[in-house]
């Protein structure tokens, strides 16, 4: 290959390992880049693009004897489920034939289409357990399940506060499930819950008027949650009207992200995803983040780079770049080859149902640092 000087703009964008590999490998990107979830949809959005620009720097991977090296093609659908369809109809239509999708609206809506031609393997960042129970064979979902949280967040705030739920929550399709889930669970130990006062989380700026109804019934905790950033401003709104009582934090909220919204204090007394920097094992990542995005990485962060190295794994043990069904049927064995490095959080494996089986880890905040509680997986 001749260094002309046409060739200066492709190296100084894909990296010398890209310009010089036989074959470029475009992964799909359908999720949140604008309104309020834009947030959100960027830090999974980063932590796909990290670990493509590393696998890039590397030289790609070997796939057949070819050399691989991979570029995100990202669109924006604004967290709608529709345009999630149209985005993925467009990205397949390319012959892009894996794709990450991280709401549940949008991964739901979009399975039936992963079996149709062109087929491909859906990437699932949620912990909706629908999308396991769909019994999808072409999906490949990162995330824990929430209703492992569940149990143990219910039991630790009704015995730290008291027996009456407030509902705050988003109202995507996501927050909905999630809604009756804590409602029905919180029920089941014995508590009583107010009326639903849930806010799209992803247009609502003012949430003092959401919060001041639920307030009104003198609720002990609030189940509050969606993107991290409006969660926080939610948790302002309570605590400026004189809320002195607990949160249920659905797994969507970061408490890392959080606490640069609000003060630490204003989360004592809440229950969520530990921070992945409190996690063992990740300082490494989290240095390399931070180096690269200037910003703090999440678990949305940290679980699509996993994801996408073991997808470039399962590339090299299946063969093949172009067959979803034979890349799908290597994640368990290429998660389990994936080097240390490369896995950020403890790793066991894939189940045959798709689903990561890693580590994961929850906390309750209090006097500003985080109480690790223990959970017990649920697996259906």
């Known amino acids: 290959m001749k260094h002309t000087r046409t060739l200066i703009p492709l190296l100084l964008a894909l990296g010398a390992g890209s310009a010089l590999a036989d074959k470029v490998v475009s992964i799909g ?14 830090d999974v959005q980063s932590g796909i693009e990290m670990a493509i620009n590393e696998l890039n720097r590397a030289g790609g991977v070997t796939v057949k004897g070819e050399k691989v090296t991979f570029r995100l093609v990202s669109l924006d659908d604004r967290y709608l489920p529709n345009e999630t369809a149209t985005n993925v109809r467009r990205l397949t239509s390319q012959g892009i034939n894996v794709v990450f999708v991280p709401h549940a609206g949008g991964i739901l809506t979009v399975q039936p289409l992963t079996g149709r031609d062109p087929n491909f393997l859906l990437v699932a960042y949620s912990s909706e357990p629908k999308i396991l129970a769909a019994n999808n064979p072409m999906t490949f979902m990162l995330p824990p399940r929430y209703d492992n949280y569940l149990q143990p967040f219910v039991s630790t705030q009704m015995k730290a ?16 499930q999630w809604a009756e889930a804590v409602t029905e669970e919180w029920k089941k130990q014995g508590g009583t819950v107010g009326a639903n006062n849930g806010v799209d989380y992803a247009t609502t700026v003012d949430y003092s008027s959401a919060v001041t109804k639920a307030l009104a019934e003198k609720p002990d905790v609030l189940f509050i949650g969606g993107p991290s950033q409006p969660t926080a401003l939610v948790v302002k709104a309570a605590r400026e009207q004189g809320f002195k009582g ?57 679980l699509n780079y996993m994801g996408m190295n073991v997808i470039a794994k399962a590339m090299e043990l299946a063969g093949t770049t172009d067959d979803p069904q034979a ?15 490369k896995t950020v959080y403890k790793l066991t494996g894939v189940t045959p149902g798709g689903h990561v089986d890693a580590e994961f880890i929850i906390a309750s905040v209090k006097d500003g640092k985080y109480n690790r509680l223990r959970v017990n997986k649920v697996y259906k």
Do not use: C, H, W
């Open 161 to 176: 506060f008291g027996k009456k739920l407030g509902m705050v929550g988003t109202t995507s399709a996501y927050g909905k």
């Open 246 to 302: 607990g949160f249920i934090v659905m797994d969507q909220a970061k408490f890392e992200q959080m606490d640069t919204v609000v003060p630490r204090a204003y989360l004592d007394g809440s229950v969520g995803v530990l921070p992945t920097k409190e996690f063992p094992g990740t300082q490494v990542f989290v240095n390399q983040y931070q180096r690269a995005y200037k910003k703090i990485p999440t678990s949305e962060a940290g």
């Open 327 to 341: 890349i799908r049927a290597q994640l368990n064995a290429a998660a389990k080859a994936l080097p240390l490095g």
């Open 29 to 42: 990107y359908s999720g949140p880049l604008s309104g309020g979830a834009a947030f959100y949809g960027k």
